[in-house]
């Protein structure tokens, strides 16, 4: 089984997990900006590994956003990155529209060769190799609009930083037409990568967790930089930032925005 199967296999063993637990979290402690972990993130990230293990003994080095260091095993031919529930304080409160469970595979030199992400609220899966990119089997592509009239798009705008963020990015993208919701995570990339939203945009520094999702999107044919306009750097040591837009034309819109913003 390679890995990639074996990851599709690990996630819809969660998403069953949740569906046929009608699981209840709560929160057990709060991380960094008031990000929630519960324990549901944990019997999730457990269950995962579990499975991982069964059929892939020692091949790969896990990095679990509720693990404080990686996990590493003797002979890793791969980087693991595992959010097991993203969009946690969505989750506790009811909210599944938006939750996620996302694996990202590396190669040892930090390159993406695969991706897993979850739909929690929908039971289905995205995936991605170099091939392309695949919503519960079927090949998906990004949306072909070219203008942002209209256009969703999806900015993640946390607290400590939202009034700036609504000023120098949403309000300027809302006049010229586009309609923007606050919101994030590796589902929104995915939303862009099957032609459901035209940008999702990440302008503050995250870790690999969240970007699953851009990496099935760029394999869907999406155009994925940082804000300012490189390549992603897949370290999973480094942080970084994110524009996923369906098409050259988006992209270059959004990132004039953030370029005539001085945002970085």
Same mark, same amino acid.
């Given at each position: 089984?390679?890995?990639?199967?074996?990851?599709?296999?690990?996630?819809?063993?969660?998403?069953?997990?949740?569906?046929?637990?009608?699981?209840?979290?709560?929160?057990?402690?709060?991380?960094?900006?008031?990000?929630?972990?519960?324990?549901?993130?944990?019997?999730?990230?457990?269950?995962?590994?579990?499975?991982?293990?069964?059929?892939?003994?020692?091949?790969?080095?896990? @990095?679990?956003?509720?693990?404080?260091?990686?996990?590493?095993?003797?002979?890793?031919?791969?980087?693991?990155?595992?959010?097991?529930?993203?969009?946690?304080?969505?989750?506790? @409160?009811?909210?599944?529209?938006?939750?996620?469970?996302?694996?990202?595979?590396?190669?040892?030199?930090?390159?993406?060769?695969?991706?897993?992400?979850?739909?929690?609220?929908?039971?289905?899966?995205?995936?991605?190799?170099?091939?392309?990119?695949?919503?519960?089997?079927?090949?998906?592509?990004?949306?072909?609009?070219?203008?942002?009239?209209?256009?969703?798009?999806?900015?993640?705008?946390?607290?400590?930083?939202?009034?700036?963020? @609504?000023?120098?990015?949403?309000?300027?993208? /809302?006049?010229?037409?586009?309609?923007?919701?606050?919101?994030?995570?590796?589902?929104?990339?995915?939303?862009?990568?099957?032609?459901?939203?035209?940008?999702?945009?990440?302008?503050?520094?995250?870790?690999?967790?969240?970007?699953?999702?851009?990496?099935?999107?760029? /394999?869907?044919?999406?155009?994925?930089?940082?804000?300012?306009?490189?390549?992603?750097?897949?370290?999973?040591?480094?942080?970084?930032?994110?524009?996923?837009?369906?098409?050259?034309?988006?992209?270059?819109?959004?990132?004039?925005?953030?370029?005539?913003?001085?945002?970085?």
């Amino acid at each position: 089984m390679t890995l990639l199967k074996l990851c599709k296999t690990s996630v819809s063993k969660a998403l069953q997990y949740i569906k046929e637990h009608e699981f209840q979290p709560t929160a057990i402690y709060y991380k960094q900006n008031d990000n929630l972990v519960s324990d549901c993130d944990i019997k999730l990230q457990n269950l995962i590994l579990e499975t991982l293990l069964q059929e892939s003994p020692e091949e790969f080095m896990l @990095y679990s956003e509720e693990l404080e260091k990686p996990k590493i095993f003797p002979n890793p031919k791969y980087k693991v990155i595992l959010d097991p529930l993203d969009q946690t304080s969505s989750f506790i @409160y009811g909210n599944l529209e938006f939750t996620s469970t996302s694996i990202l595979i590396l190669d040892m030199e930090n390159n993406p060769i695969g991706a897993v992400v979850g739909d929690i609220n929908d039971q289905k899966i995205y995936y991605a190799n170099k091939n392309g990119a695949w919503y519960n089997r079927k090949k998906i592509r990004p949306s072909e609009k070219t203008d942002l009239l209209e256009a969703k798009i999806a900015v993640y705008a946390e607290k400590y930083s939202r009034k700036y963020l @609504y000023n120098k990015i949403i309000f300027p993208l /809302m006049e010229r037409g586009a309609r923007v919701v606050n919101n994030g995570g590796s589902l929104f990339a995915c939303r862009v990568a099957d032609g459901r939203f035209h940008a999702a945009l990440e302008p503050k520094p995250v870790g690999l967790y969240e970007f699953a999702g851009a990496y099935i999107a760029e /394999m869907a044919g999406c155009i994925v930089t940082d804000i300012e306009g490189n390549k992603i750097d897949y370290n999973p040591e480094q942080k970084s930032t994110y524009i996923v837009a369906s098409n050259l034309d988006v992209h270059k819109q959004v990132l004039g925005i953030f370029e005539k913003q001085r945002y970085y």
